[in-house]
C-alpha cells in the first residue's frame, strides 16, 4: 500500500551508484535547458521570469515522489503557459497583481481537479479529447504562440491572443522596429536552428564520441543566453532600445496560498479543467512513450495525483501551472536519467541557481527568450497530420480542422471548446446511423458474412442482421425501423436473428426498442432471436423482462442458430457443391 502511494519506494530499494551518476547527468543537462525554458515561459504566461523558475521546484519534488514515471520532465511547458495567459488576460490586466493571482489558482485549481480524477480513478475523462482535436488544438496554439512572440523578436508594442488581433497589431506597428533587437534576435534564432543538429556534428568533427557530442548539443540554450547576456552588456545594448530581462528576486520563493477569492475562482473553473486535462494528455503519453522504450509501465491514475499534487505545489510556491515538457523528457531520457530523483535533483539546482545566478540574468534580452519560445514550438507544429487525418476520415479531419480554426481565430478556450464539441457531435451522428449488415452463410464454411460483399446463401424465411455498434438511444430507432423493413418486404419471412458479436452494451432506451420489435414481430407471426451475446450484456438482459418475453432463443453462436431455424440449406452449405446448386435452385 506504502508503495502504491509513494511510488518512489519501489525504485528507491534498488537504487545503485550507476542510477546516481545517470540521475546527476540527466539533473545538469535538463537544468541547463530548463533555466532559460522557464523564464521564457513565464514570460509568455505574462508573468515575471521566477515564476516559471519558481515551477522548477517543489512541482519536480513532489513529481519525483509521486509520479511513476521515470523520465518524464515535469515544469512549465509552452502550451499550458499560453492557456494561462489566456485565462488570466480574461481577468485582470498583465502584470497587475490580479492577473497574478489569477494564475496560482489556475495553478490550484487544475491541480485540485487531476488529483481528484486521479484517487477515483477517473482519467478515462482525458479520452474525450481524441488524438485529431489534440493534434490540431497544439499545432493552432504553436502558431499562437510564435506570432505572440513577435512582439520580443522585433522590438515593436504589438499585442493581441489571436490572429485577427495579432495581424493588424504587428501591420499598424512595424514602424517601431528596434533594428538591434531584429539583429540580436536574427543571430540567436539562427543559432538555435543550426544547433539543433549542426552543434553535435561541429562537436563530433572536434573528437568528441557521438553520445558526448549529442549531449553537449542540448546546451546551446545555456550558449545563447550566456553568449547574447554578455553581449548586451558589453556593448550596453539596453540603451539602444533592447529590452531586457531586469531584476529577478534572489532566493526562494514564498510559500503559503495566494487570496481567497470566490468570484475569481468561479471565473477559473472552466479554463483550469481545460489546462488539466491538456497537460495530462500530454504527459501521459510522453510518459508512456518513453517508458515503452525500456519496457516500463506508468500508472496512469498515479500520474494525475502526481501531477495534481506538482500543481497545488506550484500554486502555494507562487509558480505558474505545470507539466510534462516533450523536449526536456526527452532530454531527460537521453542523458540517462535512471529514476524520477533526476527531477528533484533538478530542482535542486534550480534552487541552487536562484540564488547563485540571478543578478547575472539582469542584462539577459528579452529577445533571446522569445526566440528560445519560437524554436521549441515549432516543433509542435504538423500541418501534414490535417491532409492525412482528413484522407482517412473526414469526421476527425473536420473536429482537426475546427479545433485549428477555432484557436487561431477565436482563442485557445474556444477553439479547444469548438474541438471538443465537434467530435461528440459527430461521434453521436455516426453512432446514431451504425453500419448493419444483412447476413448469409459463406458456401462451404461456418461463417457468416454482409450479402453486400461476399457470395454468400440466404434462406428466405431467415432474416439475419448484425449491428456493428452498441446500441444506445441515438441509435436503437434505426435498428427498429430496419427490422420493420424488412418485415414488409419479405413476405415469408418467419424468423429474425440479431447478431450481437459487435454490441458492448445496450441501453435502456434501446431496450425498449427491442421490446417493441419483439411485440411487432410476434404480431406478424415470425420469433425474435438473438445470436452470439456477450457475457455482460446478457448480464444486463436477464435483470429485465425481455429474455422472458422474448418469442424465440439466444444462439450461441450465428451458425447454431441457423442450423436450428434453416437447417436443410445450412447442413448443405457445408458442402460447397451441395450448396452451389440448391442457390442455383433459387435458395
Not at 486535462?277 to 500530454?282: F, N, W
Not at 531527460?332 to 540571478?358: E, H
Not at 527568450?369 to 490535417?386: E, K, P, T
Not at 459487435?502 to 432471436?529: K, M, P, W
Amino acid at each position: 500500500m506504502l508503495r502504491r502511494i509513494f511510488p518512489f519506494l519501489t525504485w528507491s530499494r534498488h537504487y545503485t551508484r550507476a542510477d546516481l551518476s545517470n540521475d546527476l547527468i540527466a539533473a545538469a543537462v535538463v537544468t541547463i535547458m530548463l533555466i532559460p525554458q522557464g523564464m521564457a515561459y513565464a514570460m509568455l504566461a505574462g508573468l515575471p521570469p521566477q515564476a516559471g523558475l519558481y515551477g522548477a521546484m517543489l512541482p519536480l519534488l513532489l513529481y519525483a515522489a509521486f509520479g511513476t514515471s521515470r523520465a518524464l520532465a515535469v515544469g512549465p511547458v509552452a502550451v499550458v503557459a499560453l492557456m494561462t495567459a489566456a485565462a488570466a488576460g480574461a481577468v485582470a490586466q498583465t502584470g497587475t497583481e490580479g492577473y497574478h493571482l489569477a494564475a496560482l489558482w489556475l495553478a490550484l485549481l487544475s491541480g485540485g481537479m487531476m488529483l481528484a480524477l486521479g484517487l477515483f480513478r477517473l482519467g478515462f475523462v482525458a479520452n474525450f479529447l481524441s488524438h485529431p482535436v489534440i493534434s490540431g488544438f497544439i499545432t493552432a496554439a504553436g502558431i499562437l504562440i510564435a506570432a505572440s512572440q513577435l512582439r520580443h523578436i522585433l522590438g515593436a508594442d504589438v499585442s493581441g491572443k489571436t490572429l485577427p488581433h495579432l495581424v493588424p497589431s504587428l501591420l499598424s506597428n512595424l514602424g517601431q522596429t528596434s533594428i538591434p533587437t531584429v539583429v540580436l534576435s536574427a543571430v540567436v534564432l539562427g543559432f538555435l536552428f543550426w544547433s539543433r543538429a549542426g552543434l553535435a556534428r561541429l562537436l563530433q568533427g572536434l573528437g568528441f564520441s557521438a553520445p558526448l557530442a549529442k549531449l553537449l548539443g542540448k546546451t546551446a540554450l545555456l550558449v545563447a543566453v550566456v553568449t547574447s547576456t554578455f553581449v548586451v552588456w558589453i556593448f550596453g545594448l539596453d540603451s539602444r532600445g533592447v529590452a531586457v530581462l531586469g531584476d529577478v528576486p534572489r532566493g526562494l520563493p514564498a510559500f503559503g496560498l495566494p487570496a481567497f477569492d470566490a468570484g475569481l475562482i468561479q471565473m477559473l473553473l472552466a479554463p483550469a479543467a481545460m489546462i488539466a486535462i491538456v497537460g495530462y494528455v500530454e504527459s501521459i503519453s510522453i510518459a508512456q512513450t518513453l517508458a515503452a522504450k525500456k519496457r516500463q509501465s506508468v500508472d496512469p491514475d498515479r500520474e494525475l495525483v502526481a501531477l495534481g499534487l506538482a500543481n497545488l505545489g506550484a500554486g502555494v510556491s507562487n509558480a505558474m501551472p505545470v507539466t510534462g515538457g516533450l523536449s526536456r523528457s526527452i532530454v531527460n531520457y537521453d542523458a540517462g536519467a535512471a529514476t524520477p530523483a533526476a527531477g528533484a535533483m533538478t530542482a535542486i539546482s534550480i534552487a541552487m541557481a536562484l540564488m547563485v545566478l540571478t543578478p547575472f540574468m539582469y542584462f539577459l534580452p528579452r529577445a533571446t527568450l522569445a526566440a528560445i519560445i519560437i524554436v521549441a514550438v515549432l516543433s509542435l507544429l504538423d500541418f501534414r497530420a490535417l491532409p492525412r487525418i482528413w484522407a482517412y476520415s473526414r469526421a476527425d479531419g473536420a473536429a482537426m480542422a475546427a479545433t485549428m480554426l477555432f484557436t487561431v481565430l477565436l482563442g485557445v478556450e474556444q477553439g479547444l471548446i469548438a474541438g471538443v464539441g465537434l467530435s461528440l457531435a459527430l461521434f453521436l451522428y455516426r453512432t446514431s446511423r451504425p453500419h448493419m449488415a444483412v447476413l448469409g452463410q459463406v458456401p462451404g464454411t461456418e461463417h457468416f458474412r454482409n450479402i453486400d460483399r461476399h457470395d454468400v446463401v440466404t434462406d428466405p424465411q431467415v432474416f439475419s442482421i448484425r449491428v456493428d455498434e452498441s446500441l444506445y438511444f441515438p441509435n436503437a430507432r434505426a435498428l427498429e425501423d430496419r427490422v420493420v423493413q424488412a418485415l414488409s418486404d419479405r413476405p415469408a419471412l418467419r424468423h429474425v436473428v440479431l447478431q450481437c458479436a459487435a454490441v458492448n452494451y445496450i441501453d435502456a432506451s434501446a431496450l425498449e426498442s427491442l421490446e417493441s420489435v419483439n411485440e411487432r414481430l410476434h404480431t406478424a407471426g415470425v420469433q425474435f432471436h438473438l445470436s452470439e451475446v456477450k457475457g455482460p450484456v446478457m448480464d444486463r438482459l436477464a435483470r429485465s423482462n425481455f429474455l422472458r418475453e422474448l418469442t424465440g432463443q439466444i444462439f450461441l453462436t450465428q451458425f447454431d442458430a441457423m442450423i436450428a431455424l434453416a437447417p436443410g440449406l445450412t447442413s448443405a452449405c457445408r458442402n460447397r457443391d451441395r450448396c452451389e446448386t440448391r442457390r442455383a435452385s433459387g435458395h
